[in-house]
């Protein structure tokens, strides 16, 4: 018989092994090192001498051997090089989601449920008397043959429309959605480093709709001086390019995959840190850095009145608290009718949520 094996009781382990502890910091490391295995291990290395990680028992080492026998490392390639597998990318997401949200009040905001029946694969629970015009997929024949027993007998079984009984299922709306990434410069301008904040909610929120609404459309853009589709499980690998910040070229992208999805509603996130600077006139680009551009702007504004035709919200996250910054913001959510979630660098676990639609303005925690 084996017993039990007690130990000193460490209120710093919060009762994880030393495994998840390094995974933990691990997961954050390749955040901010776009996914770069050998600097994440590097900075590991500086923390555990500075900060002192690990422990005779287990080091770092020993964390590597266990990243590879769980699956979240890969050396089994042509060069030989270590990288993160899929798992590790999923890993990254649910901590960004984790980190973002899972602080948050839940609230009956974004919810796709709908209290209205109708087609759908949620089976409800109640059932009402057969009507003209039901199908014959809502009977529920067990309740209408115990029905038709107790109103005929068994001897002169029969079964009539009033022996019938419905079960309806209860409707469940179905969202495509786009999420725009600002991969401008200035996500790095200014000794501030933004891309890392917007990659996290961007991680945040595609975990989300791929965990609870499976059956949503997820369509990923980013936008420079031009825009174009990336997929999910490169988001760890993002970076910001040489780039100006072409919004007009994003929206046209994604207002284009949204025309192709059948679902009827539709929506985009869009996650910037300020105004756009550039736009696209035929194979030349025009760009302006300094102040706000009504030529690019009035662009930008035409395209959030087209979309609010076609109702298509656009949710905007703004990575910045500069007032200038947000100014665009606002009045392009206001043209849209839209909605705008602001957080700062140090906070994202809070964000001012300004809803045009309801006139609104609370901090959801």
Not at 79 to 99: A, D, F, M, V
Not at 214 to 224: A, E, N, R, S, Y
Not at 269 to 286: E, S
Request: overall charge neutral; aromatic content about 10%.
């Amino acid at each position: 018989m084996l017993g039990f094996n007690f130990s000193k009781f460490d209120p710093n382990t919060n009762g994880k092994s030393p495994f998840e502890t390094l995974l933990n910091l691990f997961l954050q490391l390749l955040t901010y090192t776009n996914g770069d295995f050998n600097e994440a291990m590097q900075w590991m290395n500086e923390l555990d001498k500075e900060y002192k990680l690990t422990s005779n028992e287990y080091g770092i080492g020993d964390f590597i051997e266990d990243l590879k026998a769980k699956g979240y490392i890969d050396d089994k390639n042509e060069k030989g090089e270590i990288k993160i597998t899929s798992k590790t990318e999923q890993g990254i997401r649910k901590k960004s989601l984790e980190e973002i949200f899972g602080k948050l009040k839940k609230t009956k905001s974004g919810n796709h449920q709908t209290f209205k029946p109708g087609g759908g694969d949620e089976i409800n629970p109640e059932t009402r008397p057969f009507q003209f015009g039901d199908t014959m997929e809502q009977i529920d024949f067990t309740n209408s043959i115990r029905n038709a027993q107790i109103n005929h007998g068994i001897d002169s079984f029969k079964m009539q429309e009033d022996d019938l009984e419905i079960r309806e299922t209860d409707f469940k709306s179905q969202t495509s959605t786009v999420l725009m990434i600002d991969i401008s410069h200035s996500m790095i301008l200014y000794g501030e480093d933004r891309i890392t904040p917007a990659k996290k909610v961007a991680m945040a929120l595609s975990e989300l709709i791929q965990t609870k609404y499976p059956k949503d459309t997820l369509d990923i853009v980013v936008f420079g001086n031009d825009a174009w589709p990336i997929e999910i499980k490169d988001l760890p690998y993002l970076q910001v390019g040489p780039y100006h910040t072409n919004t007009v070229a994003g929206l046209e992208l994604a207002m284009d995959i949204l025309r192709r999805r059948r679902n009827p509603n539709k929506q985009i996130f869009m996650i910037t840190d300020g105004k756009p600077t550039c736009l696209k006139v035929g194979t030349r680009y025009y760009k302006n850095s300094w102040g706000v551009d009504r030529k690019i702007l009035n662009r930008c504004m035409s395209l959030a009145t087209q979309c609010k035709k076609l109702k298509i919200p656009i949710t905007t996250f703004m990575i910045a608290t500069d007032p200038y910054l947000q100014k665009f913001v606002q009045e392009f959510t206001e043209t849209n009718n839209g909605k705008a979630f602001f957080a700062g660098l140090d906070k994202l676990g809070a964000f001012i949520f300004k809803d045009f639609e309801s006139g609104k303005r609370k901090t959801v925690y």
